[in-house]
Each structure stands twice: as C-alpha cells, then as structure tokens.
C-alpha cells in the first residue's frame, strides 16, 4: 500500500500561486494513477486534477482549468500541483491521491489511498 504526504500548503492572497507536493513511499510510484482533490468546509470531497501513469493523460475539473497544472515525476516518486490566480473559492483542504487501477473515470471513488491533506487558504 502507498503512503502518500502532502505538502506546500498555505496561506495566500487571491491572485497568487501556491505549488503543492505529494511525496510517495511503500509502493512503485509508477504503477499508480495519481490525483488531486479538494474538499472545502461543508462541501464535498471533489477531484480537481488527475494524472495517469504515465503522465500522458491529464484530467483537469472546470473549476481550475486553466490555472492549476499537475505534473509528475516518476524519478522522484513526486506528484505536484501548481496553482496560479487563486481565488478564494479555492480555499480547502487538499488531498493527494493514487489508484492502482486504470482510471477511466476521473473521480474521487477512482482512488483508494490517500494523504493526511494540506490547508490552502485564499485571502481577497
């Protein structure tokens, strides 16, 4: 089983960028479909970025298109999410996540292992 930590979370004005990261252990970082969800105070747990193995295909949410970028290195068994012209709807807890299996539907029940999360929060 994958042990995923977060981290890179913070405090941040609207219009700023934040990079969060997901370190992987105990598993072949490979193997795993990876993701990014978010969930908000009163909300539900949504995805907001997802990438397959081999960083060949990307999955992004409406809400973040265009401003937030996922990326992988594999070498480095490192995950990371970049998130530009954050507004403060983007405020919640983030979440790294991995899937063993072939992702055909992006979505949070698509992953079994997950972090601890990190707190972003966006001040206007």
């Known amino acids: 089983q994958v042990q995923l930590v977060e981290s890179g979370g913070g405090l941040v004005q609207a219009g700023g960028s934040l990079r969060l990261s997901c370190a992987a252990s105990?598993?072949?970082?490979?193997?795993?479909?990876m993701g990014w969800s978010r969930q908000a105070p009163g909300k539900e747990r949504e995805l907001v970025a997802g990438i397959s193995r081999s960083g060949g295909t990307i999955y992004y949410a409406d809400s973040v298109k265009g401003r937030f970028t996922i990326s992988r290195d594999n070498a480095k068994n490192t995950m990371y999410l970049q998130m530009n012209s954050l507004v403060p709807e983007d405020t919640a807890v983030y979440y790294c996540?991995?899937?063993?299996?072939?992702?055909?539907?992006?979505?949070?029940?698509?992953?079994?292992?997950w972090g601890q999360g990190t707190q972003v929060t966006v001040y206007s």
């Open positions: 105990g598993g072949t970082f490979s193997s795993y479909a």
């Open positions: 996540a991995a899937s063993r299996n072939y992702v055909t539907s992006w979505s949070v029940p698509a992953f079994g292992s």
